[in-house]
Structures are given as C-alpha cells and as structure tokens.
C-alpha cells in the first residue's frame, strides 16, 4: 500500500464566529498535496468562510489552521467578484505582482505570460473595469496565477458567468492545476464539480461531514446529508 503523503494543511477544530452566529463548528480536514479539492454543501453551511478561514481572511474563534513545515506557503484566492482596479488589464496583474515583491523585468514578464496563458493578449491594454464578467474573472486568474501560488483557493469563480465564459474558466482552472498547484474550490454547479474534482469535501451545518475522492462521493456518499443533497433535498447556495 502506497504511502499517505504529509498533509499541505491541516485545519484542527476549526470554529468561526460572525455575527453572534457560530458558522463554523469544530471544523478539521486535511488538505493533501497534487489534488483538486471540490467544496460542497447546502445553503448556509459554510463554505465559503471554510476558504477564508484557511486562506487567512477570517480569525477562527478557536482551533487551527497548519501548513506542512510550519509556514504557509505562496498562496492566492479569487472571488466570485473580483474587484479590478482603475487601470488597464496587464497593470491589474503587473500591481498584484509589485506589492508581492516582484519588480522589473520579472514583474513585466510574469505580467505579459499571465495575459497570454488566459487568453487576453488581444484586450491587454484595455481598462479592466470596462471587461465582461468572463474577462474580469479570467484577469482575476491571471492575477492570481502569476504569483505562482502553492496553493490557490477559489470560491464560486463561475457563479455568475454564463456557461461559455465558465467553461474558459474551467479550462483555466485545469491548466493552473497541470502545473502543479493546489486547487482548493467551492462551486454550486455539480456538473463542474463532477469535471474539475479529484476530492470532494461535503460540509453540513460548518462540519466536514465527507472528504471523499470524487468519484465515490458521487457514486456512493457515506453520509445521509450528501445524499439528501444529491438528490436535491436540501437546499443549493
């Protein structure tokens, strides 16, 4: 039997608490290294503040999040709306890259392959607030890819896009995980879940109630909750 490779992070009893409302509840999973982890889960369960709280956005009331080695490696999150600043498409990505440190010549060229790896050489020059939903989540990629991330978080990235301009988001999203980064994502879309997910983890009322490879949780979910959510039975986010 092959080895259990270290986990990349660890999230122990993890609680959060927004509001007076406790939305995480004594939260734990463990993220793997070369996966692409699909986040599910009804309405309200906690998805996204799952990805916050690892990514370092929300405190936890109590519990921890640890990284393989003791420090969080290179990481990145795209939104389901990215905010784009007031300037062009290249200076979006070029900005992201000089506050992270990456200046000169390195930051001109990161710029320009992540434009072009996203497909928006042709728009480069234009004011990224004037782009489509598409354009802005694909810049916000591209953003997000030329920080060369360990791992990259992504919560709802095609939520409000129609299905051409998911799919170029989904092809994106598989080519950023063929180089090797971690893909940490929630979605509401089962179909793309089905495509894009080697792990699903299911979290029921701010608990993990299933971390399973993919293509079991669909074929054969363990718990009562994903399989009432299979069939429709609770509600989508």
């Known amino acids: 039997m092959a080895e259990r490779p270290a986990a990349l992070l660890r999230a122990r009893d993890l609680t959060v608490v927004l509001g007076g409302v406790t939305v ?22 906690g998805k996204s503040v ?28 795209v939104f389901q709306r990215p ?33 072009a ?5 042709a728009i480069a020059h234009r004011p990224a607030r004037v782009l ?5 989540q694909r810049l916000a990629l591209a953003r997000a890819w ?44 089962l179909g793309q879940a089905r495509r894009l997910a080697d792990e699903i983890v299911f979290i029921h009322q701010g608990r993990v109630a299933e971390q399973t490879p993919a293509d079991r949780f669909f074929a054969e979910p363990q718990s009562q909750h994903a399989r009432a959510f299979l069939k429709g039975e609770l509600p989508w986010t």
């Open 24 to 45: 995480l509840d004594r939260l734990s999973l463990e993220i793997l290294p070369g996966l692409r982890t699909v986040v599910l889960g009804a309405n309200g369960a």
């Open 50 to 77: 799952t990805l916050r709280a690892l990514h370092g956005l929300v405190p936890p009331a109590s519990g921890t999040v640890e990284w393989q080695g003791g420090r969080a490696p290179r990481q990145a999150m």
């Open 83 to 115: 905010v784009m600043l007031r300037r062009s498409a290249l200076a979006n990505v070029a900005y992201g890259l000089a506050v992270n440190g990456v200046d000169g010549e390195a930051r001109d060229r990161r710029a320009r392959e992540a434009i």
């Open 117 to 121: 790896k996203v497909g928006l050489e």
């Open 132 to 136: 489509s939903g598409g354009e802005q």
């Open 146 to 189: 030329a920080l060369e991330p360990a791992i990259l978080f992504l919560d709802e990235p095609t939520a409000s896009l129609d299905p051409g301009a998911a799919g170029e988001v989904e092809r994106i999203v598989a080519a950023i995980a063929a180089e090797g980064k971690r893909i940490v994502m929630t979605t509401h879309n």
